[in-house]
């Protein structure tokens, strides 16, 4: 499954909230013969539709999708020369689907800063810059083998030119992801075997004060710097207490602090989408599911996600919308209401959609 990689500076909170994301850990819960990796949480992301069917359906259980993050320790100025853990660092980092920067902008005299002082932005241009480095690292080791070669082979070319440009982009300072150069994309295809880390997608954690966590000038400042990359705002001994308690007690913790949510469900969502997946939803007197799929994925992929052989002799699905479905109240009312579609082969699965699949075996 998709990862997405933990990384900061020391001392900005990566453990205190690596710890929260574990306790948090749906994997113990629900799939109780799972292994997990120890630098691995598997979170839920909370989804209301969920319970709503459950309701629906008598089911015995329900089981969120997930995302798994991965904690990746090592970084330091100079880990693209092999400082510190830098050249482990760099390989987790390139095994991960998603970047998640952890910031810090708490205040505590307590807590050293590695650079004495508490700033977000030169943080976030540390980080960057060592990942900058390591790929034009790898462009310099590629380009000028592929440079010769182009002059004979045509088709090289294109590839060449992309790399030009992306080393351009890099040279500047910018991240790849910042420009517009994203893994998965079309202009991303001919760098894809470089493995270039800053073709990934970023989002980032800014580790707050509580006060901060209602602070919304404060908040667009931030979501200034790290744009196009989505911001979550948290405080992670704040999200390791929320961990702890039980429902009540954390709901209370929250208002008190004026948020809605946790920090982590925030995280698990914007997670979920800056790896471009989406959900579909089954149901029954055993379980209510979410299905993680693909954004853009047809029906037959949707159904590979449950069991290879339901791919193989996918016939078709029968889809009715969530909201359709509560507002009818049950399959049977959805059918005679019309709101049940019968799809084939070709059709692209919404987020939302509740479903059954037909198959031969
Ligand atoms: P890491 O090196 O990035 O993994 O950072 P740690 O999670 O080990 O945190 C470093 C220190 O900062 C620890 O003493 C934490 O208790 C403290 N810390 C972490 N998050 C917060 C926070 O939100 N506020 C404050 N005041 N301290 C924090």
Redesign the pocket.
């Known amino acids: 499954s998709l990862t997405i990689g933990i990384v ?12 929260a994301l574990t306790k948090n850990d749906v994997l113990a819960a629900n799939y109780p013969f799972a292994t997990i990796e120890p630098n691995v949480g598997v979170v839920g992301v909370p989804d209301p539709r969920l319970a709503k069917l459950a309701e629906i359906f008598g089911s015995a259980k329900i089981l969120p999708a997930t995302v798994d993050f991965v904690d990746i ?1 090592g970084i330091v100025r100079g880990a693209s020369e092999g400082e510190g853990l830098g050249n482990k660092f760099l390989a987790n980092i390139r095994e991960s689907d998603a970047i998640c920067q ?1 910031i810090r902008a ?3 005299e ?2 050293v800063h590695v650079d004495g002082r508490i700033s977000p932005k030169s943080d976030i241009e540390t980080i960057n810059t060592e990942l900058i480095l390591a790929d034009l690292q790898t462009i310099e080791k590629v380009l000028p083998r592929l440079a010769k070669e182009a002059r004979v082979k045509k088709d090289v070319q294109p590839k060449v030119k992309a790399i030009e440009e992306a080393k351009e982009i890099l040279e500047t300072g910018q991240t790849l992801f910042a420009a517009g150069v994203v893994q998965g994309t079309e202009k991303a295809e001919p760098l894809h075997d470089l493995h270039l880390l800053t073709t990934k997608p970023f989002l980032y954690v800014f ?3 509580e006060e901060e966590l209602t602070d919304d000038a404060f908040k667009a400042e931030q979501r200034a710097l790290v744009a196009p990359a989505e911001a979550i705002f948290l ?4 999200e390791a207490d929320l961990a702890e308690l039980d429902d009540d007690e954390a709901l209370e913790l929250l208002q008190s602090v004026g948020q809605e949510e946790p920090g982590l469900a925030t995280l698990a969502h914007v997670g979920f989408n800056t790896l471009g997946l989406q959900t579909y939803l089954t149901a029954g007197p055993k379980e209510t599911r979410a299905w993680t799929i693909k954004k853009g994925a047809t029906a037959p992929e949707a159904a590979g996600v449950i069991h290879t052989d339901f791919q193989k002799g996918f016939i078709k699905a029968e889809v009715i919308s969530f909201e359709d479905l509560v507002e009818t109240g049950s399959v049977a009312e959805a059918r005679s209401a019309g709101k049940a579609r019968m799809e084939g082969k070709e059709y692209v699965m919404r987020d939302g959609d509740v479903v059954e699949f037909r198959f031969n075996v």
Do not use: E, I
């Not at 405080?235 to 704040?238: E, H, Q, R, S």
């Open positions: 900061g500076l020391p001392n900005v909170g990566k453990s205190t909230l690596f710890n320790a952890v708490f205040k505590d307590n807590v580790n707050v004060d405080n992670a001994k704040l």
